[in-house]
């Protein structure tokens, strides 16, 4: 059984075409992190091997391998070690080594399947050296593979390995969906599933890491507390701060994307709380916070605030000077408006 949540359309082309034989011999798979990517090509994969008529069974011994990451005729490449499914943390490129090495045993008769099933995580991150190299099997696949590249950022590939691919869109999920599926699926309580599906962005696989691992909701909290703090430090603290994520941004871009996008979720909530439309917050742990917060900053700094968030995104994505941009944006931080600061004194 396919196991993906969602993504009905991604889904349906699938069994289609598995069902008429007519699968292509690479696939890419695009949309944002934890939408489903990797859980679908292992799907995929076990399909192709699958000893069963409803394909994939997830019961006979190829699939099982396969979902354990043991069947000598499935291999993933680029994931990061010790990261979970794939799309978080910091990359690396996926070298000429790799890439070789596919080539090498693409070449070979599978080993005891009919099928032989490469997955490429992170396909992004490709060098142009293996791009290129993986482009040339591309152009003459052999007859019994299948190469499945997945992919957050499409535009970051060579055209020509896009055009190589039947491309499949996936898609952020409601959130309303993630939550029944939390509870149906994963035994997950539902104020937790509420708080997760809420959090995760339409990415299910994050929802479901947070739920087995605690420490990523603990870390989101502090990230989001320690920017919180900056709304009342000094403008030397605003600046250090700036420069230590600056530093971050050089090791890691992930990382700081997604503090800026947390930060950019809290001040879209503030403006949902200001506006009546309460019922739409992310952040929906934090009531009496987002309330107060309301109260205290004027719609027009809000919305300020929101566009500087998004515009610091975009210029980093730019590859503009990290720190610069950083710095930019702590002089942006909106100050507490006087009406506030009356209350306060009184
Ligand atoms: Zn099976």
């Known amino acids: 059984m396919w196991h993906v949540i969602g993504q009905d359309r991604a889904l349906e082309l699938l069994r289609r075409s598995l069902d008429n034989g007519r699968l292509a011999h690479a696939y890419l798979f695009t949309g944002p992190p934890h939408v489903g990517k990797m859980t679908l090509a292992v799907n995929l994969a076990q399909a192709l091997n699958c000893e069963k008529e409803n394909r994939p ?8 391998r396969t979902a354990a990451g043991n069947h000598p005729d499935v291999q993933i490449i680029g994931r990061p070690s010790g990261a979970d499914a794939g799309d978080g943390g910091s990359k690396k490129e996926i070298g000429i080594a790799q890439i070789r090495e596919l080539q090498h045993s693409a070449a070979l008769q599978p080993y005891e399947g009919k099928y032989r099933a490469y997955i490429i995580d992170g396909a992004e991150y490709l060098n142009e050296e293996s791009a290129n190299c993986l482009l040339k099997t ?4 052999p007859p019994t593979v299948l190469f499945i590249l997945l992919a957050v950022q499409e535009n970051r590939l060579l055209p020509t390995i896009v055009s190589r691919c039947q491309r499949v869109e996936l898609f952020p999920l409601p959130a309303s969906v993630i939550e029944k599926a ?9 104020e937790k599933a509420r708080l997760l599906s809420r959090l995760c962005r339409g990415g299910i696989g994050w929802a479901v890491s947070a739920l087995r691992d605690e420490s990523l909701l603990e870390a989101r909290s502090q990230n989001l507390d320690r920017l919180l703090e900056l709304t009342g430090a000094s403008l030397q603290q605003r600046f250090s701060f700036a420069a230590s994520l600056a530093a971050q941004y050089g090791k890691n871009r ?7 996008n947390l930060w950019l979720e809290w001040w879209r909530d503030v403006l949902l709380v200001r506006e009546d439309c309460s019922q739409f917050v ?5 009531e009496a916070g987002l309330r107060s917060y309301a109260e205290c900053y004027d719609l027009i700094d809000i919305r300020g605030f929101m566009e500087a968030v998004r515009a ?7 590859n503009a000077n990290s720190r610069l941009v950083l710095e930019v944006l702590m002089l942006n931080i909106p100050a507490r408006n006087e009406r506030s600061i009356e209350v306060h004194k009184r």
């Open 57 to 64: 069974c997830g019961e006979c011994q190829p699939c099982l």
């Open 138 to 141: 591309l152009e003459e696949p």
């Open 182 to 190: 939390l509870v149906a699926h994963w035994q997950a309580a539902p």
């Open 254 to 260: 992930n990382a700081v994307e997604e503090t800026l």
């Open 282 to 286: 992310t952040n929906i742990d934090r």
């Open 312 to 318: 610091a995104l975009q210029q980093l994505e730019q």
